[in-house]
């Protein structure tokens, strides 16, 4: 059962640009009405589906309670980025920074540090830190550098001193 609901989701977000945003959320509402209600797992497609549809005053509870009940590992990381995306549409700006923070603190150098570090520049540029943005977004940059490693790091550090 399980298998089968996750690729029967899947199958809807491969075709969501293809769908009205009320029946996207309303096809993932059904799938989720299968499992119980507090199951993390379709508290977490339940949340991302308003969030996709622009409706992220609804998605902020349904992410939360995801995060409560349990979220594993594998989609942790992500629902924490994906509410920290919305609390900043949402104009929580400073939570949105806290959150992502934290989750660079946690995830210092594995394949959830890169999109935490987008998205922490993102909040910080609606925050008017520019400066300090450029700096999250190039050191993430610079690992990815196959020369001018050093360099880059360098000067970010230079940037943010002043």
């Known amino acids: 059962m399980h298998h089968n609901w996750r690729d029967r989701v899947a199958d809807i977000w491969t075709n969501a640009s293809s769908m009205a945003d009320g029946d996207l959320v309303n ?4 799938l989720a009405g299968e499992r119980n209600s ?30 409560e009940n349990g979220l594993d590992s594998s989609r942790r990381p992500q629902a924490v980025i ?18 992502l923070e934290q989750q660079l603190h946690e995830h210092p150098d594995d ?3 890169g999109p935490s570090a987008a998205f922490l520049a993102l909040a910080l540029v609606s925050r008017g830190d520019t400066t300090q943005a450029a700096a999250v977004a190039l050191m993430a940059l610079a690992d990815y ?8 790091r360098g000067y970010v550090a230079e940037l943010v001193a002043d």
């Open 82 to 99: 994906q509410l920290a995306s919305t609390l900043r549409n949402l104009g929580r700006i400073d939570e949105s920074i806290a959150m």
């Open 145 to 152: 550098l196959p020369i001018f490693q050093r360099s880059v």
């Open 111 to 113: 394949e959830w540090t």
């Open 38 to 67: 507090n199951d993390a797992e379709a508290l977490f497609e339940a949340a991302g589906a308003r969030d996709y549809a622009g409706r992220e005053a609804e998605a902020e509870p349904l992410y939360r309670r995801a995060l």
């Open 27 to 30: 096809a993932i509402d059904e």
